[in-house]
């Protein structure tokens, strides 16, 4: 099974891709916690994306297709992934389509998560995560028992650096001109699945594992 989770920041991609990555048992390849990884390691494509990754810009095509096509030939994409936060514009959407046509495999769908602007920036504003285990907590709907400290772990909960409210704002004007048109993209490709955001959590994840199981 090959997935794309499509939508703004904060829609609950992340979320519901760990979920159904545990289901299916395939890997949930996330290109912002590569990122990230890739800053905190100091490594060259991390020293390349950390200034627009703080200013809520996207990270140039060639570090970001670098990375995902590594992970398609890899034995990890063996058999399916879920892709989080890739593609995000067209031309990395078309770049992808190249690199499954050379592979000789296509993707089963795009889970497209709905959410409005005013619901991304409360989740994202509260959101903490924590700095061992990467469990994620929220300051009003989701409180870790302990102020600061993860339920799973103890670990240290931290801020992201791009969820401050103006970065939040910038992320969400990146999603609406580069990364929407690709709802259009999908559709007409007879892959998209449009997923209400904004609900349950469980309900959301039933509602995907209802519609993959048609489609398997
Ligand atoms: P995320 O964790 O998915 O919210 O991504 C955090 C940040 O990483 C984004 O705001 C971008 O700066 C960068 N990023 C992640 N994925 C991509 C991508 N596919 N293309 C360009 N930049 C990306």
């Not at 920041?9 to 590569?34: F, M």
């Not at 959101?127 to 772990?153: D, F, I, Q, W």
């Not at 559709?187 to 995907?208: A, H, P, T």
């Amino acid at each position: 099974m090959r997935l794309i989770f499509l939508g703004p920041p904060g829609a609950g991609k992340g979320t519901q891709a760990k979920r159904v990555a545990l289901k299916y048992k395939i890997p949930q390849i996330s290109t912002g916690d590569i990122l990230r990884k890739a800053i905190a390691n100091e490594t060259k494509k991390g020293i390349e994306a950390r200034s627009f990754m703080e200013k809520g810009q996207l990270v140039p095509d060639e570090i970001i297709l670098g990375i995902i096509k590594d992970y398609l030939i890899s034995q990890e994409g063996k058999n399916g992934y879920i892709l989080d936060g890739f593609p995000r514009t067209i031309n990395q959407a078309i770049e992808l389509n190249h690199f499954l046509e050379e592979l000789e495999v296509k993707l089963t769908a795009v889970i497209n998560f709905k959410v409005e602007n005013g619901v991304v920036i409360k989740r994202l504003g509260g959101r903490r995560g924590c700095k061992s285990c990467g469990a994620l907590y929220h300051l009003e709907y989701l409180k870790p028992t302990k102020e600061n400290v993860c339920n799973v772990c103890q670990g240290e909960l931290y801020q992201r650096n791009d969820d401050t409210e103006e970065v939040i704002k910038n992320r969400l004007l990146v999603y609406e001109r580069l990364t929407s048109p690709l709802i259009v993209f999908y559709q007409r490709l007879n892959l998209l699945k449009e997923i209400d955001g904004e609900k349950d959590i469980e309900v959301i994840f039933n509602e995907i594992i209802a519609f993959l199981e048609e489609r398997l």
